[in-house]
């Protein structure tokens, strides 16, 4: 069963290439293809984009990675 955050992103972004993990936390990589993972913590979801932001997401990565709180109205991007 799909969570609420993930029909949220899926919907807000419906030309992603995948969606992973779960939680309120999403970081969107909006490189060469949409791709979305959700964290529970934002701390998680700071580190990952750490990772992201070194190693590069795949593809034809330009480090356009941001992280959005789902609880916030609007997709609120959260500070770093
Ligand atoms: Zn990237």
Redesign the pocket.
Known sequence: MKSQYYLKVDKKWPNNCWIEGEGRYALV?F?RDISITLHEDLQDAIEDKQF?NEC????A?????VIYDLEQRGFKECPQ
């Open positions: 990589a490189c992201i590069g997401c795949g593809g990565c330009h480090k356009a990675h």
